[in-house]
């Protein structure tokens, strides 16, 4: 993980919805601060306690810096910088209508627009396009060593990887018109194409509006005509971007079954199109002696696991009662689960392509909300991918 955090580096985190990635995010931004690099952390919808940790109040397009002396009470090296920003969708959206090139009312009237503030909204993958947007400034900007870009909460993570071409593909069927203008007077081959195509696009419209906005749809393609090259091209400089060499994604997921099966299918889909898988987190593995003991890469079981197979006998025992009966079976079950992730989590490890860090981050006592938590959190992330458990602690 440590050679994840380099100067120049981009990070973007990647991972189904409710798996940890915001908080990763932070920890990791809190990692490379530490390790002496400036640091930007674009965060997506974060709880209110982390909100309030990084001091970030509302959304907005500006990262703003953590104060030295908050990073110090959380126990980075003084001289730490690290400087957050909340996504702000909508803001992003119109600021880069704002940006285009177009005359003042053109601007006002796309702005203004009810498909286009549909679109920003509630289109699949608006939000995700938003947060690329986010990376690339800051990007451009020059002004930080470091970029972590959390992602909004999806599904399926592989909707974050299909959202610019999904939106680029709406905004280039300019042949809305079709849809609009039904094609009598072409030929007849012209029409079956244009009616597939207008199929086509009447489908993806509503999803997120409804037919009474279609009018709205036509005006908003009729004004923006002239911007949307403008836009598609903002979107090949960004997919660029995100393909560089310098740009690694960091897979968040826990350890069930299911998970796993589909972070093997994202890791695939990752090499399939050419992006660099840098590191994947197993967020809320076992306890914390399991996870540290799977960590380091021990050939034994971890002591408190061994100890539940030695209650077994008291079990038998002709002193025992229903409730310690009842009690033992319980821990039984719980030793029997914890190994059979210890046993997934090390059939992952060694398919898992050489050069890729793996962490794992035990299930924390409470929600992880404050700065000192999240630095140990941090701590555990940096230290945990010193080794790669290869083996399982059975
Ligand atoms: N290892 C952990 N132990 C205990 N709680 C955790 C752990 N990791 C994350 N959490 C908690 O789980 C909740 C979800 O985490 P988080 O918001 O980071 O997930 P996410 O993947 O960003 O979710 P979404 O897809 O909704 O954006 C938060 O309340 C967080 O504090
Ligand atoms: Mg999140």
């Given at each position: 993980?440590?050679?994840?955090?380099?100067?120049?580096?981009?990070?973007?985190?990647?991972?189904?919805?409710?798996?940890?990635?915001?908080?990763?995010?932070a920890?990791?931004?809190?990692?490379?601060a530490?390790?002496?690099?400036?640091?930007?952390l674009?965060?997506?919808?974060?709880?209110?306690?982390?909100?309030?940790a990084?001091?970030?109040?509302?959304?907005?397009?500006?990262?703003?810096?953590l104060?030295?002396a908050?990073l110090?009470?959380?126990?980075?090296?003084?001289?730490?910088?690290?400087?957050?920003?909340?996504?702000?969708?909508r803001g992003?959206?119109?600021?880069?209508?704002?940006?285009?090139?177009?005359?003042?009312?053109?601007?006002?009237?796309?702005?203004?627009?009810?498909?286009?503030?549909?679109?920003?909204?509630?289109?699949?993958?608006?939000?995700?396009?938003?947060?690329?947007?986010?990376?690339?400034r800051?990007?451009?900007?020059?002004?930080?060593?470091?970029?972590?870009?959390?992602?909004?909460?999806?599904?399926?993570?592989?909707?974050?990887?299909?959202?610019?071409?999904?939106?680029?593909?709406?905004?280039?069927?300019?042949?809305?018109?079709?849809?609009?203008?039904?094609?009598?007077?072409?030929?007849?081959?012209?029409?079956?194409?244009?009616g597939?195509?207008?199929?086509?696009?009447?489908?993806?419209?509503?999803?997120?509006?409804?037919?009474s906005?279609?009018?709205?749809?036509?005006?908003?393609?009729?004004?923006?005509?002239?911007?949307?090259?403008?836009?598609?091209?903002?979107f090949?400089?960004?997919?660029?971007l995100?393909?560089?060499?310098?740009?690694?994604?960091?897979?968040?997921?826990?350890a069930?079954?299911?998970?796993?099966?589909?972070?093997?299918?994202?890791?695939?889909?990752l090499?399939?199109?050419?992006?660099?898988?840098?590191?994947?987190?197993?967020?809320?593995?076992?306890?914390?002696?399991?996870?540290?003991?799977v960590a380091?890469?021990?050939?034994?079981?971890?002591?408190?696991?061994?100890?539940i197979?030695?209650?077994?006998?008291?079990?038998?025992?002709p002193?025992?009662?229903?409730?310690?009966?009842?009690?033992?079976?319980?821990?039984?079950?719980?030793?029997?689960?914890?190994?059979?992730?210890?046993?997934?989590?090390?059939?992952?490890?060694r398919?898992?392509?050489?050069?890729?860090?793996?962490?794992?981050?035990?299930?924390?006592?409470?929600?992880?909300?404050?700065?000192?938590?999240?630095?140990?959190?941090?701590?555990?992330?940096?230290?945990?991918?010193?080794?790669?458990?290869?083996?399982?602690?059975?």
């Amino acid at each position: 993980m440590k050679d994840l955090l380099s100067k120049e580096s981009l990070l973007v985190l990647l991972g189904n919805g409710g798996v940890g990635k915001t908080t990763v995010a932070a920890a990791l931004g809190l990692a490379a601060a530490d390790a002496g690099l400036d640091t930007a952390l674009i965060t997506v919808d974060p709880s209110r306690r982390l909100r309030d940790a990084l001091g970030l109040r509302k959304p907005g397009l500006r990262p703003h810096s953590l104060s030295a002396a908050r990073l110090c009470a959380a126990g980075l090296k003084p001289h730490a910088r690290l400087s957050a920003v909340m996504l702000d969708v909508r803001g992003m959206w119109d600021d880069l209508v704002e940006h285009l090139n177009g005359d003042d009312a053109t601007r006002q009237r796309i702005l203004a627009n009810l498909f286009y503030q549909r679109f920003t909204e509630h289109f699949p993958g608006s939000e995700t396009y938003a947060a690329f947007e986010q990376l690339y400034r800051l990007e451009q900007s020059h002004s930080f060593d470091t970029l972590i870009v959390d992602t909004p909460p999806a599904a399926h993570a592989l909707e974050f990887l299909d959202a610019p071409g999904r939106i680029s593909r709406l905004l280039r069927t300019r042949g809305l018109n079709w849809l609009l203008k039904p094609p009598l007077a072409v030929t007849a081959l012209a029409a079956r194409f244009a009616g597939r195509a207008a199929r086509l696009v009447a489908d993806q419209l509503e999803r997120f509006t409804g037919s009474s906005a279609l009018s709205d749809a036509a005006d908003f393609f009729a004004t923006a005509t002239h911007m949307l090259s403008e836009v598609e091209d903002r979107f090949a400089r960004v997919s660029r971007l995100i393909k560089a060499p310098r740009t690694k994604f960091v897979l968040v997921t826990t350890a069930e079954t299911q998970r796993m099966a589909q972070t093997r299918r994202l890791i695939a889909e990752l090499k399939a199109r050419r992006l660099r898988l840098g590191a994947v987190v197993i967020n809320r593995f076992a306890d914390e002696p399991t996870c540290s003991a799977v960590a380091e890469g021990s050939p034994h079981e971890p002591l408190h696991l061994r100890e539940i197979a030695a209650l077994r006998d008291l079990a038998q025992a002709p002193s025992s009662t229903p409730a310690m009966r009842e009690l033992i079976e319980y821990l039984d079950d719980y030793r029997e689960h914890a190994q059979e992730r210890m046993e997934e989590v090390a059939r992952f490890a060694r398919d898992l392509p050489s050069g890729v860090a793996l962490a794992l981050l035990p299930e924390l006592p409470s929600e992880v909300g404050n700065l000192r938590g999240l630095f140990q959190v941090s701590g555990r992330l940096t230290a945990a991918c010193q080794r790669r458990p290869e083996r399982s602690a059975l």
